[in-house]
């Protein structure tokens, strides 16, 4: 079987972790933390960077710090991972969803202004797959509203918009660490951003909200959200071979484009747009509508010939759980709802090498012929 990712450690990753285990440094008390936040916010621009336990807890406690209550409304791409919609409605607020573009998969930002209204507070940008959302006009519509801008850059580690890192805008922003991002620690995220004061509030939610002089006892609610420095030490290496990462990330989304271009049947991933060449976090496919099969069937033919595989996002508004709970009955984002059935993405994981490549397109066009 040829995974659809598999994590690279083998830098310093070995080296840092038994430095952990020599010093008995292992919980989020050890100083490999402070370190790997230290530099992972100077990488992205940011003053300020704090880990948490996953990704998405830096969502929940972005969303805490930035103050937002029921009622309020935050616009989001529906094609998204439900992670960004639990942070908002776990709050109490109120989602407000926006279809993709059909060539980059990002939210339609020509859609945002339109969903605005006056319970409107925030927006959520996510960018997916490679390729970031078109900022500038993000925040332009925020400052002319006086909304918050919440980026999600947790696929998007090294990847820069007109050259400034993805990251860096907006109030507040959010990166996880899973196995299949370009900076692992396993299980990780971090949340970083230029204001003191909401770097501080994210300090104290993701520490069960104890107080410096009174330790347990407690004013308000937080999580348990830290780091280890097991963790830490893992990222910190990750960290310091990011720009090598990309490179190579690139070379191997090129090198699919080269050898499938020419299949008619399938969409590939935009190489750039004029705000940013593509990192391919993961590399996607989308079948046309000339095939009378979806990305399921396509993947369980995959999987039969050892090409590991894994399907896009399903839609927020199409999610069973939100039905449940009465929000996006009956709305449609079509843009959104077609490429979560058609696409799914193949082999993209750093360990990959040109051979299984090969093998991966070889085994793409017998099943598409």
Same mark, same amino acid.
């Given at each position: 079987m040829i995974p659809v990712n598999e994590p690279l450690l083998d830098g310093n990753e070995k080296k840092y972790l038994m430095e952990c285990i020599d010093t008995g440094w292992i919980s989020s008390e050890g100083p490999f933390v402070k370190e790997f936040e230290e530099k992972f916010s100077a990488k992205v621009g940011r003053k300020y960077g704090i880990a948490v336990c996953n990704g998405s807890a830096a969502l929940d406690v972005a969303v805490a710090a930035l103050g937002l209550k029921e009622g309020d409304e935050v616009i989001i791409p529906t094609f998204t991972i439900i992670s960004c919609a639990n942070a908002i409605i776990r709050a109490g607020a109120i989602p407000v969803l926006i279809d993709s573009d059909p060539y980059t998969w990002n939210m339609d930002v020509n859609q945002i202004e339109s969903r605005i209204t006056p319970k409107t507070r925030a927006i959520m940008v996510v960018h997916i797959y490679g390729l970031p959302v078109d900022m500038d006009p993000v925040m332009r519509i925020a400052k002319k509203y006086g909304l918050k801008i919440i980026e999600d850059a947790a696929e998007a580690h090294g990847q820069t918009y007109?050259?400034?890192?993805?990251?860096?805008?907006? &109030?507040?922003?959010?990166?996880?660490?899973?196995?299949?991002?370009?900076?692992?620690? *396993?299980? *990780?995220?971090?949340?970083? !951003?230029? +204001?003191?004061?909401?770097?501080?509030?994210?300090?104290?939610?993701?520490?069960?909200?104890?107080?410096? #002089? %009174?330790?347990?006892?407690?004013?308000?609610?937080?999580?348990?959200? %830290?780091?280890? +420095?097991?963790?830490?030490?893992?990222?910190?290496?990750?960290?310091?071979?990011?720009?090598? /990462?990309?490179?190579?990330?690139? #070379?191997?989304?090129?090198?699919?484009?080269?050898?499938?271009? @020419?299949?008619?049947?399938?969409?590939?991933?935009?190489?750039?747009?004029?705000?940013? @060449? +593509?990192?391919?976090?993961v590399y996607g496919i989308v079948l046309n509508d000339q095939? +009378?099969? &979806?990305? &399921?069937?396509?993947?369980?033919?995959?999987?039969?010939? #050892?090409?590991? !595989?894994?399907? /896009?996002?399903?839609?927020?508004?199409?999610?069973?759980?939100?039905h449940k709970m009465g929000l996006f009955v009956n709305e449609s984002y079509p843009v959104a709802e077609i490429i979560?059935?058609?696409?799914?993405?193949?082999?993209?994981?750093?360990?990959? !090498?040109?051979a299984q490549m090969d093998e991966v397109v070889k085994v793409i066009k017998e099943e598409l012929n």
């Open positions: 007109k050259r400034k890192p993805c990251g860096s805008f907006g &109030d507040i922003s959010v990166f996880s660490f899973y196995p299949n991002k370009h900076v692992t620690t *396993g299980e *990780g995220g971090m949340v970083v !951003t230029d +204001n003191e004061e909401l770097a501080e509030r994210c300090r104290s939610l993701r520490n069960l909200c104890f107080q410096a #002089n %009174r330790r347990f006892v407690h004013e308000e609610m937080g999580w348990n959200f %830290r780091m280890t +420095n097991l963790q830490a030490a893992i990222g910190l290496a990750q960290l310091e071979r990011l720009d090598e /990462f990309v490179i190579k990330k690139r #070379n191997m989304g090129k090198y699919y484009t080269q050898k499938l271009k @020419d299949i008619e049947s399938i969409q590939l991933p935009l190489e750039k747009t004029s705000y940013a @060449d +593509n990192i391919y976090w095939l +009378n099969f &979806d990305a &399921d069937k396509m993947m369980k033919h995959l999987a039969a010939k #050892n090409i590991g !595989t894994r399907p /896009f996002f399903y839609p927020m508004h199409e999610q069973p759980v939100f979560s059935r058609k696409g799914f993405y193949v082999p993209s994981g750093l360990t990959l !090498t040109e």
